[in-house]
């Protein structure tokens, strides 16, 4: 079993930056990739950004340019630094690990507001 802990979520104005963090925990744990989805009220969840444990790393249209994802595969980490915000980033962000076996687990999500 896999626990996922996301934390750093907030309100922040237009234009200003933000760090996700989350950390994957549990016995035996084999990371593959890990990921940010976000969803939005009335909205379906999307994803984010993904990063593999090699390091490759793939964005959302919407966010390319002001994202970044990075990872600590020795602390099983992983965090998005989110810059230049916009109101429409508004939504509870999901951690996402996916493991060698193809098991899924979610945090429970952390609410970014951006807004003046």
Same mark, same amino acid.
Request: with cysteine.
């Given at each position: 079993?896999? $626990?996922?802990?996301?934390?750093?979520?907030?309100?922040? $104005?237009?234009?200003?930056?933000?760090?996700?963090s989350?950390?994957?925990?549990?016995?035996?744990? &084999?990371? %593959?990739? =890990?990921?940010? #989805?976000?969803?939005?009220?009335?909205?379906?969840?999307?994803?984010?950004?993904?990063?593999? &444990?090699?390091?490759?790393?793939?964005?959302?249209? &919407?966010?390319?340019?002001?994202?970044?994802?990075?990872? !600590?595969?020795?602390? %099983?980490?992983?965090?998005?630094? =989110? %810059?230049?915000?916009?109101?429409? !980033?508004?939504?509870? #962000?999901?951690?996402?690990?996916?493991? #060698?076996?193809?098991?899924? #687990?979610?945090?429970?999500?952390t $609410?970014?507001?951006? &807004?003046?």
């Open positions: 079993q896999v $626990q996922v802990v996301e934390s750093g979520g907030g309100l922040v $104005q237009p234009g200003g930056s933000l760090t996700l989350c950390a994957a925990s549990g016995s035996s744990v &084999s990371i %593959n990739t =890990m990921a940010w #989805y976000r969803q939005a009220p009335g909205k379906e969840r999307e994803l984010v950004a993904v990063i593999t &444990s090699l390091g490759s790393s793939k964005y959302a249209d &919407s966010v390319k340019g002001r994202f970044t994802i990075s990872r !600590d595969n020795a602390k %099983n980490t992983v965090d998005l630094q =989110m %810059n230049s915000l916009k109101p429409e !980033d508004t939504a509870v #962000y999901y951690c996402n690990v996916r493991t #060698y076996y193809s098991t899924i #687990y979610w945090g429970q999500g $609410q970014v507001t951006v &807004s003046s």
